[in-house]
T-cell receptor
Framework: DVKVTQSSRYLVKRTGEKVFLECVQDMDHENMFWYRQDPGLGLRLIYFSYDVKMKEKGDIPEGYSVSREKKERFSLILESASTNQTSMYLC???????????FGAGTRLSVL | SQQGEEDPQALSIQEGENATMNCSYKTSINNLQWYRQNSGRGLVHLIL?????REKHSGRLRVTLDTSKKSSSLLITASRAADTASYFC?????????????FGKGITLSVRP
C-alpha cells in the first residue's frame, strides 16, 4: 500500500515563525502536492512538484515555498507564519501518467 | 474557476438507504474522480471514471458521467453508518504535459444508524 507520511498531526506556532511541514512517500511517485483545506473552501492547491528540484505554483502560493531535494520528500515552508495560515495542510503524491492521488493524514496548523 | 461543484452540500439519510451525490464542472476533462474524507483525516481515492466512460461500479459505489452536461453522480447503495464522511469530486483536465486535480468543496454525508 502507498504510504504518505506527514511529520506532524498537530502543530502550534507563533506569528512570524518559520514553519516546516514535511511529507514523505514510499512509492517512488514522481508527483507530489501540497494543499490547504479550510471550511467552506474545500482543498486549494498551494504548490506541486513533478520531479526532484522542480516546483510549480498552485492556486494560492503566496506566503509559502517548497523544497524537493529528494524524490520521496516534499517540504512546505511558511517563511513567516501568519494567523491566516491557520489551516489543515494535506500532502499527496501520485505516479507519473496516472493521476490518482494518495494523501497523508494531514497536519492541523494553528498560528497564534 | 475550473473547480467541480458538488450538490447537495450536506446529506443526511437513514442506514440502508441510498445516497446520491452530484458534481458539475466547467471544462473538458480527462477523467473525474471521487474521494472520501473521514473527519480530521486525509482523503482516500474511491473511484475514477474516464471521459469516454458513462458508468462505473465498485462494490456499493456507482458513478456515472455525462460529458454533454458536464456532470457526474456518485451513488452509494445500502448505506452504512461507517459511510459517514465528506465526499469530494475531483476533475483532471488536460493542462499540458502534467495534469493535476481540481477538487470541489465536498459533500458531508451523515448516515443515521
Amino acid at each position: 500500500d502507498v504510504k504518505v507520511t506527514q511529520s506532524s498531526r498537530y502543530l502550534v506556532k507563533r506569528t512570524g515563525e518559520k514553519v516546516f511541514l514535511e511529507c514523505v512517500q514510499d512509492m517512488d511517485h514522481e508527483n507530489m502536492f501540497w494543499y490547504r483545506q479550510d471550511p467552506g473552501l474545500g482543498l486549494r492547491l498551494i504548490y506541486f512538484s513533478y520531479d526532484v528540484k522542480m516546483k510549480e505554483k498552485g492556486d494560492i502560493p503566496e506566503g509559502y515555498s517548497v523544497s524537493r531535494e529528494k524524490k520521496e520528500r516534499f517540504s512546505l515552508i511558511l517563511e513567516s507564519a501568519s494567523t491566516n495560515q491557520t489551516s489543515m495542510y494535506l500532502c499527496a503524491s501520485s505516479a507519473g501518467g496516472r493521476n490518482i492521488q494518495y494523501f497523508g493524514a494531514g497536519t492541523r496548523l494553528s498560528v497564534l | 474557476s475550473q473547480q467541480g461543484e458538488e450538490d447537495p452540500q450536506a446529506l443526511s439519510i437513514q442506514e440502508g438507504e441510498n445516497a446520491t451525490m452530484n458534481c458539475s464542472y466547467k471544462t473538458s476533462i480527462n477523467n473525474l474522480q471521487w474521494y472520501r474524507q473521514n473527519s480530521g483525516r486525509g482523503l482516500v481515492h474511491l473511484i475514477l471514471i474516464r471521459s469516454n466512460e458513462r458508468e462505473k461500479h465498485s462494490g456499493r459505489l456507482r458513478v456515472t458521467l455525462d460529458t454533454s452536461k458536464k456532470s457526474s453522480s456518485l451513488l452509494i447503495t445500502a448505506s452504512r453508518a461507517a459511510d459517514t464522511a465528506s465526499y469530494f469530486c475531483a476533475t483532471d483536465f488536460y493542462t499540458g504535459a502534467n495534469s493535476k486535480l481540481t477538487f470541489g468543496k465536498g459533500i458531508t454525508l451523515s448516515v443515521r444508524p
